[in-house]
T-cell receptor, first 113, second 109 residues
């Protein structure tokens, strides 16, 4: 009965590869997000979707492409991975955009070698 | 480029109250003050949020200064499970949300 789940939990890959991280929430929320937490533990928002529509797109390389097939899923696809992409990526959801509490997934630790 | 300032770390004894301060001197009138915490190897967890009035919930209390330029998260009785990094965040109308470095709370038995 996990509220927000992410797969995989760990991802180790080489530079130049393409990879995806999946996120699912069973809370019935309308809004989902992707965050990146770097080695200094700063957490920065990357994208936000509300009812499958993109509402926030921070300054993120276009190698990162979110896909929301339905309200319960927000996947993150990354092309041509670079060393600097190594970080922990968190998915989150909330009932309404950013004005209410957010529920975070357990995170996906991406290591690019 | 977080808009809040928090001490890097704080210590508390178990069963004692903890007051975690946050300065946000450039807060705008429509910014909500949110607090999240992150336990080791876990995602952030919502704690509490408020706009102008003090707020209480089952986890904590939030005391907001009258001029809204600072706030304090109050854990009434710290437990070992409260050891985490606590983030104070301002959420604006443009939906921007950035976590800063937070305060690492250590709870001693």
């Amino acid at each position: 009965d996990t509220a927000v789940s992410q797969t995989p939990k760990y991802l180790v890959t080489q530079m130049g590869n393409d990879k995806s991280i999946k996120c699912e929430q069973n809370l019935g929320h309308d809004t989902m997000y992707w965050y990146k937490q770097d080695s200094k533990k700063f957490l920065k928002i990357m994208f936000s979707y509300n009812n499958k529509e993109l509402i926030i797109n921070e300054t993120v390389p276009n190698r990162f492409s979110p896909k929301s097939p339905d309200k319960a899923h927000l996947n993150l696809h990354i092309n041509s991975l670079e060393l600097g992409d190594s970080a922990v990526y968190f998915c989150a959801s909330s009932q309404v955009p950013l004005s209410n509490e957010q529920y975070f997934g357990p995170g996906t630790r991406l290591t690019v070698t | 480029d977080a808009k809040t300032t928090q001490p890097n770390s704080m210590e508390s004894n178990e069963e004692e109250p903890v007051h975690l301060p946050c300065n946000h001197s450039t807060i705008s009138g429509t910014d909500y003050i949110h607090w999240y915490r992150q336990l080791p190897s876990q995602g952030p967890e919502y704690v509490i949020h408020g706009l102008t009035s003090n707020v209480n919930n089952r986890m904590a209390s939030l005391a907001i200064a009258e001029d809204r330029k600072s706030s304090t998260l109050i854990l009434h009785r710290a437990t070992l499970r409260d050891a985490a990094v606590y983030y104070c965040i301002l959420i604006e109308n443009n939906n921007d949300m950035r976590f800063g470095a937070g305060t690492r709370l250590t709870v001693k038995p």
